[in-house]
């Protein structure tokens, strides 16, 4: 029962252009969610989050956009640089009534940018 | 310098052998937690500790044991009840049990040969 879904497990985009990861999910208790970063062989690193009261939030050259309607949220990176390949998890928290002590997470989308 | 150490980086286990991972903190977090990365299945929570000598069971505890002795450490022990042990292994924390913010390990490879 995979309730946080990339359905997307690769993208490939080019140096400066827009990267645009997806995200989706099943649990309507969910009410906060994050994007990590990962590169082989290393921990995940916090990226940006959104909570559900919010539909946009922006860092620099991340903005995570969330659609609560339809259960889904989306990563965009502009421009995009190399350093930005990487593998981008979406996780997802409930609130503290459905057991927000722990994160779930979708199964990643590997981002490659081409110089 | 805060972090999550594990140790070893990479691991290697003779099929029926347990083995136990290590982590510590010294980030103070009262939350920790074990996840296993395979390709294609994302981060899968295995055991979760939000305070010491107490932990839950996540999704995928069979085959594995953990301790919360100590609010620093959180050791994973694999058995051989296991059985399919080969994967990457983190470790994360967070400062309270309430909060969303992780903080990872850079992880431990095992492989079982």
């Known amino acids: 029962d995979q309730q946080v879904k990339q359905n997307s497990p690769s993208l490939s985009v080019q140096e400066g252009r827009i990267s645009i990861l997806n995200c989706d999910y099943t649990?309507?208790?969910?009410?906060?969610f994050l994007w990590y970063k990962k590169y082989p062989a290393e921990g995940p690193t916090f990226l940006i989050s959104?909570?559900?009261?919010?539909d946009k939030n922006e860092d620099g050259r991340f903005t995570v956009f969330l659609n609560k309607s339809a259960k889904h949220l989306s990563l965009h990176i502009v421009p995009s640089q190399p350093g930005d390949s990487a593998v981008y998890f979406c996780?997802?928290?409930?609130?503290?009534?459905?057991?927000?002590?722990?994160?779930?997470f979708g199964t990643g989308t590997r981002l490659t940018i081409i110089p | 310098d805060g972090g999550i150490t594990q140790s070893p980086k990479y691991l290697f286990r003779k099929e029926g052998q347990n083995v136990t991972l290590s982590c510590e903190q010294n980030?103070?977090?009262?939350?920790m937690y074990w996840y296993r990365q395979d390709p294609g299945q994302g981060l899968r929570l295995i055991y979760y500790?939000?305070?010491?000598?107490?932990?839950q069971k996540g999704d995928i505890a069979e085959g594995y044991s953990v301790s919360r002795e100590k609010k620093e450490s959180f050791p994973l022990t694999v058995t051989s009840a296991q059985k399919n042990p080969t994967a990457f292994y983190l470790c994360?924390?967070?400062?309270?049990?309430?909060?969303?913010?992780?903080?990872f390990g850079s992880g431990t490879r095992l492989t079982v040969v």
């Open positions: 500790s939000q305070i010491v000598n107490d932990f």
């Open positions: 959104i909570s559900s009261i919010k």
């Open positions: 649990n309507s208790m969910f009410d906060y």
């Open positions: 994360a924390s967070k400062p309270d049990p309430v909060g969303y913010g992780y903080t």
């Open positions: 996780a997802a928290s409930a609130g503290p009534s459905f057991g927000n002590e722990k994160l779930t």
């Open positions: 980030l103070n977090h009262d939350a």
